[in-house]
């Protein structure tokens, strides 16, 4: 069954740290992982889309990881601001938008 | 561009009552799909569309209807609203680009309460 586990769950950080949210996924065929930032009340933003040729891209402060060896990806947030305060999904496609497979999310608290 | 647009952004419905969710994108994107959010899961997809005149359904698709008779839009109907119906309703689009699909635009989402 395709599978993708996020972890943690939840994450409390103080403003200005760094933090790294890891997604472990079972999904077979596999195309892309996207990353995505949802506030609350709001509907999920993309952060960034890798194929599994990728091993590493970035949007701002923003970097996330892949190896598609391990079925392992990871986002890494640089000097966290209070505004990235929401839940974060791993979404991993075989190659077509309707087999997509989402993770539970990991909910980040930037406290000041 | 508005990107996707969702409405209402809240409802309530009584058992048994039917209502259509509205969506709409203005990017001519030839995908479209339904999720549903709940607490402690994923999304999940509800029916999807890869253009005007063609939809199909998705992980979660008994007690909803879809059509396209545009690109634009996107309905989704509930038939006979069942408590378990009760969740927050994401609509999102894409298209093709070089090879594989692009990442999905989601709607604000409509959350709907069923008592």
């Known amino acids: 069954k395709n599978q993708v586990e996020q972890s943690p769950q939840s994450l409390i950080i103080l403003e200005g740290k760094n933090c790294t949210l890891q997604?472990?996924?079972?999904?077979?065929?596999?195309?892309?992982l996207r990353w995505y930032k949802q506030d609350t009340g709001r509907g999920p933003v993309s952060l960034t889309i890798?194929?599994?040729?990728?091993n590493t891209k970035s949007n701002g402060r923003y970097t996330a990881t892949l190896d598609a060896d391990t079925k392992q990806s990871s986002l890494h947030i640089t000097a966290s601001q209070l505004s990235d305060s929401a839940s974060y999904i791993c979404v991993v496609s075989p190659g077509s938008n309707y087999k997509l497979t989402f993770g539970k999310g990991t909910l980040l608290t930037v406290n000041p | 561009n508005a990107g996707v647009t969702q409405t209402p952004k809240f409802q309530v419905l009584k058992t048994g009552q039917s209502m259509t969710l509205q969506c709409a994108q203005d990017m001519n994107h030839e995908y479209m799909s339904w999720y549903r959010q709940d607490p402690g899961m994923g999304l999940r997809l509800i029916h999807y569309?890869?253009?005007?005149?063609?939809?199909d359904q998705g992980e979660v698709p008994n007690g909803y209807n879809v059509s396209r008779s545009t690109t634009e839009d996107f309905p989704l109907r509930l038939l006979s609203a069942a408590p378990s119906q009760t969740s927050v309703y994401f609509c999102?689009?894409?298209?093709?680009?070089?090879?594989?699909?692009?990442?999905?635009?989601f709607g604000q989402g409509t959350r709907l309460t069923v008592v």
């Open positions: 997604c472990n996924y079972t999904v077979s065929p596999f195309s892309n």
């Open positions: 569309s890869v253009g005007a005149g063609i939809t």
């Open positions: 999102a689009s894409s298209y093709k680009g070089t090879g594989i699909w692009t990442e999905a635009f």
């Open positions: 890798m194929t599994f040729s990728e």
